[in-house]
């Protein structure tokens, strides 16, 4: 289970992490993922799952603090 925050849409967001994954491997916690299982970085288009949690945040700091509400509660 991945939770993340973006400001970005979605079709961006996942550009940025197929981006980190064949780039920048060590750069955060699910390239790293990506590259110690060698999974195949379409894997992150095509075998994913996203639901969109909450929405409507204008500001990074309350975005980040909905995405930490969230990984507490999991």
Known sequence: MYVGQT???MEKRFGQHKY????RPDQNELAKHFKTCKHDTEDIM???ESFIIDHGFCEQNARKRAEDRTICRL
Do not use: R
């Open 20 to 23: 980190d994954i064949e780039k």
């Open 7 to 9: 400001g970005d849409n």
């Open 46 to 48: 095509s075998n994913l």
